[in-house]
């Protein structure tokens, strides 16, 4: 058996667990995590590399009923990206039953060719009964796929998910170098780690309404220091109030976690200057959504 490498897409509604899994695969926090739904925005890609094998997972948006245009590419990057794979990985909680959002996932996917792997996630929250009913209802729906329960926050049979999606991939080429473990620039990924630290420490009300864009990134070689200024967008003034927060204390501690994280994944002393600007509307706005990188528009 020769070289064998493939593109696995993860599908799923909001909160799932889909950026979990993907980290667990590849190792690493390449896909920010919060309990918020549709912190996955853009396509994330992570590469799992072997001695004689190259995953190349690609992390999508909750599937969801979207309200702005923000939504609509969301939605539309997550069924785009099936074009790509050779293995479909659709992620799933044990509900013991099908909820309205996932039968229309359901519905998408009766009939596909690729090789589908249904993850029953989050295994840990539930019985084995309630565990059996949901695999048992989504193998009557999709038979053709193979259900497997897992649980990617505790490891929970990822050893038995990753051998099957290494035997459902075809023999190909390292796409990547083996020591890559995603394709997201730096700047992206920083911009992301501030958001997550955002989305985790605000109140609910505030974080479908975030944006974070890099303004300047630059390197300090002498000192190994790296210099970061980063506009946080809101959609509203009273929001401002509140991520700046009481004599600016909610800012600092979202710098201060963004900033230890930064530095862990740049491995660099980090300067980070934080500023929170108002945008009102820019979920629904063609020439905000292009400028903060969600090139459809």
């Known amino acids: 058996m020769g070289f064998k490498s493939g593109f696995v897409s993860i599908i799923g509604r909001p909160n799932v667990g889909k950026s979990t899994l993907i980290?667990?695969?590849?190792?690493?926090?390449?896909?920010i995590i919060s309990n918020k739904p549709q912190t996955t925005r853009n396509r994330i890609?992570?590469?799992?590399?072997?001695?004689?094998?190259?995953?190349?997972?690609?992390?999508?948006?909750?599937?969801h009923k979207p309200k702005y245009k923000l939504g609509e590419y969301m939605v539309e990057t997550a069924f785009g990206t099936l074009q790509d794979a050779d293995v479909l990985i659709y992620i799933v909680e044990?509900?013991?039953?099908?909820?309205?959002?996932?039968?229309?996932?359901?519905?998408?996917?009766?009939?596909?060719?690729?090789?589908l792997?249904?993850?029953?996630?989050k295994i840990d929250t539930a019985d084995s009964?309630?565990?059996?009913?949901?695999?048992?209802?989504y193998k009557n729906r999709l038979p053709e796929s193979q259900v497997i329960p897992i649980s990617a926050l505790y490891?929970?049979?990822?050893?038995?998910?990753?051998?099957?999606?290494?035997?459902n991939i075809p023999e190909g080429p390292r796409y990547f170098p083996e020591d890559m473990i995603t394709d997201m620039p730096e700047q992206f990924i920083v911009a992301e780690l501030i958001r997550e630290k955002a989305?985790?420490?605000?109140?609910?009300?505030?974080?479908?309404?975030?944006?974070?864009?890099?303004?300047?990134?630059?390197?300090e070689e002498a000192k190994n220091l790296v210099h970061i200024r980063a506009n946080i967008y809101c959609e509203k003034e009273s929001h401002k109030s509140i991520i700046i927060g009481k004599e600016g204390r909610m800012l600092k501690k979202i710098g201060e976690q963004a900033r230890y994280d930064i530095e862990r994944l740049l491995n660099e002393h980090v300067f980070l200057e934080l500023w929170v600007k108002v945008k009102e509307g820019w979920r629904d706005s063609d020439f905000m959504l292009k400028n903060l990188g969600f090139n459809r528009f």
């Open 45 to 63: 890609m992570g590469i799992m590399n072997g001695n004689d094998y190259q995953v190349v997972f690609l992390d999508t948006p909750g599937v």
């Open 155 to 167: 490891n929970k049979n990822i050893e038995f998910l990753k051998q099957q999606i290494i035997d």
């Open 129 to 137: 009964d309630r565990v059996n009913l949901t695999a048992e209802l």
């Open 23 to 31: 980290n667990c695969m590849v190792g690493e926090k390449v896909s």
């Open 117 to 121: 792997l249904i993850c029953i996630n």
């Open 94 to 115: 044990p509900d013991g039953k099908i909820g309205p959002g996932d039968n229309m996932i359901v519905e998408k996917l009766r009939g596909i060719s690729l090789p």
């Open 199 to 219: 989305l985790n420490l605000l109140r609910e009300e505030v974080p479908h309404g975030l944006a974070v864009e890099i303004e300047d990134f630059y390197r």
